[in-house]
């Protein structure tokens, strides 16, 4: 399994903007899949975003148009750029992994608030 490592968290207010990024202990070229979910507290986990190995993207409906979601294989990280942020995004984003079996990072707090 590959190692991740979430950054880019923190605290903004209503309609601004964060870029989150997840950073590989390995090469993720080949991945099959990679994204990012959230989980607030007392709710279940929820998939933002997926990247999948052949370009295709899908999106929660409740970030669509705001959210994007991208990669650098030259430097094996994972973003995700958050914009007109809401406090329903108030969450702990988790980025992933996907070869044979799925890697997860520790997390990084949003918080939207203000």
């Known amino acids: 399994q590959v190692q991740l490592r979430e950054s880019g968290g923190g605290s903004v207010q209503p309609g601004g903007s964060l870029r989150l990024s997840c950073a590989t202990s390995?090469?993720?070229?080949?991945?099959?899949?990679m994204g990012w979910h959230r989980q607030a507290i007392g709710q279940q986990r929820e998939l933002v975003a997926v990247?999948?190995?052949?370009?295709?993207?899908t999106y929660s409906n409740n970030v669509k148009g705001r959210f994007t979601i991208s990669r650098d294989n030259a430097k094996n990280t994972i973003y995700l750029q958050m914009n007109s942020l809401k406090s329903t995004d108030t969450a702990v984003y988790y980025c992933?992994?996907?070869?044979?079996?799925?890697?997860w990072g520790q997390g990084t707090q949003v918080t939207v608030s203000g």
């Open positions: 390995g090469s993720i070229s080949s991945a099959y899949s």
């Open positions: 992933f992994v996907r070869f044979s079996d799925i890697s």
């Open positions: 990247l999948r190995g052949d370009g295709s993207t």
